[in-house]
């Protein structure tokens, strides 16, 4: 069974091909400028890479001819045995799980656009578009909200009026779910401990740290909206509700104004003005002060998180850095790291400076394993999507 999994844009679409009988990834690519005049669409089968210009009005066609392509390179035998198109759906209103993208789950995340406001936009419109235009291909929505079913009461209520959550929806739902659930697999895997205790600490352009135990999230930093939690590149991360009015007071803008400055123009970028994690670590070595406090702030936010979720498991076997910058910044996991010997928490430097991959990063006397752990979304979408695929009789 081949599933293609989709990484939607406004103007960009990038992919991975799977196998599902093997699991195995055939290729991966991406189509960029959709809507200019000449779009480009780059493929890697193997070692073989192409890049081609195209003209791609819409997604439809930007699909239909990177489908073209992976048949002409030999990864796909021909376009009609491609079995579905899965995506990693952020949030729908009362819909979670994964689903076959159909009219009534659009309107449902369409119902949730402002609360998710950089991700369900362009995926709606790729995706009703698809669905049109491209009708015998099935799309699966695997929703982020998925994993985090398991998260129990006292992590999921606010402390709001319980209409609220029964009737309107408002909860702690969590986020990042494919990234969370890979994490949780993969890392009992090679504890060989399908009961371990983890926290996923997924820190990128989004962050989030997850609580998990025997293979199910117990709490996720992200609440309502892909906005709570740490500060993002460009998100707020958590905020008190009641500085909203005084805002609007003294800034005499609309709550829709102040709401797309904090989707769009706070978090690290509000803190020193650049959302790049690389940009503001050289910055911070030159002196930059803002640059310096967008690092301590986040780094606070992370180890805020993570000493609840220590607290709340009594403990954890292993603590897991993933997402660009959990991967990639020595910095952020040494500062999130540093003083923990009460825990019985011990980083390896010289490790934390060298490792690349997938790696332990820990002195040998730690309690605690610490991971750097390349996250894989797509082959957890492409799974759940084979796997709706299977239940309804697709071979
Ligand atoms: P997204 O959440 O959009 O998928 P990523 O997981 O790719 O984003 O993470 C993007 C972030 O990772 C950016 O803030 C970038 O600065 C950071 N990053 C990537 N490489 C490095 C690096 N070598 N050092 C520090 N930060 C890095």
């Not at 070692?47 to 439809?60: F, G, K, N, S």
């Not at 998260?151 to 969590?174: D, K, L, S, T």
């Not at 992370?302 to 709340?312: D, E, Q, T």
């Amino acid at each position: 069974m081949f599933v293609l999994v989709a990484n939607l844009g406004s103007t960009s679409f990038k992919y991975r091909l799977f196998d599902m009988t093997s699991e195995k990834l055939l290729a991966r690519g991406a189509v960029e400028r959709i809507g200019s005049p000449i779009s480009k669409a780059t493929a890697q089968v193997g070692e073989q890479r192409q890049e081609r210009e195209i003209h791609a009005p819409d997604h439809a066609v930007a699909v239909t001819l990177c489908l073209q392509q992976l048949v002409e390179m030999g990864a796909l035998p021909s376009a009609d045995q491609l079995a579905a198109i899965g995506f990693k759906a952020v949030h729908a209103d009362g819909v979670s799980g994964v689903q076959l993208v159909t009219e009534e789950v659009l309107r449902a995340m369409e119902a949730f656009s402002d609360v998710a406001p950089a991700h369900n936009p362009p995926y709606i419109a790729a995706m009703r578009l698809l669905a049109r235009e491209l009708p015998h291909i099935p799309l699966v929505a695997a929703f982020e909200t998925g994993f985090h079913e398991t998260i129990p009461p006292e992590n999921r209520f606010y402390a709001v009026p319980q209409e609220w959550y029964h009737q309107y929806g408002i909860r702690r739902w969590g986020f990042h779910g494919a990234s969370h659930r890979y994490i949780a697999g993969r890392t009992a895997e090679l504890l060989n401990n399908p009961a371990a205790k983890i926290i996923s600490c997924h820190l990128g352009g989004s962050s989030s740290l997850c609580a998990i135990h025997n293979g199910k999230s117990l709490a996720n930093s992200l609440g309502m909206s892909p906005q709570t939690g740490l500060p993002h590149n460009n998100r707020v991360g958590d905020f008190d509700p009641f500085a909203l009015p005084v805002l609007m007071r003294r800034t005499g803008r609309s709550l829709e104004e102040i709401l797309k400055d904090l989707a769009s123009r706070s978090g690290l970028l509000g803190l020193c003005g650049s959302n790049d994690l690389r940009d503001i670590e050289a910055r911070a070595t030159n002196g930059d002060e803002s640059a310096k406090l967008a690092i301590d702030v986040f780094v606070a936010a992370i180890r805020h998180y993570l000493g609840a979720y220590l607290l709340m498991m009594n403990g954890a076997d292993a603590i897991v850095f993933t997402g660009g910058i959990g991967e990639n910044s020595a910095l952020i996991r040494s500062l999130v790291c540093r003083n923990l010997d009460w825990f019985g928490i011990y980083l390896d430097e010289e490790k934390n400076n060298t490792m690349r991959g997938e790696g332990t990063i820990h002195q040998p006397t730690s309690r605690v394993a610490l991971w750097i752990m390349p996250t894989n979304e797509e082959i957890i979408v492409a799974r759940q999507a084979a796997d709706i695929l299977s239940k309804r009789g697709v071979p």
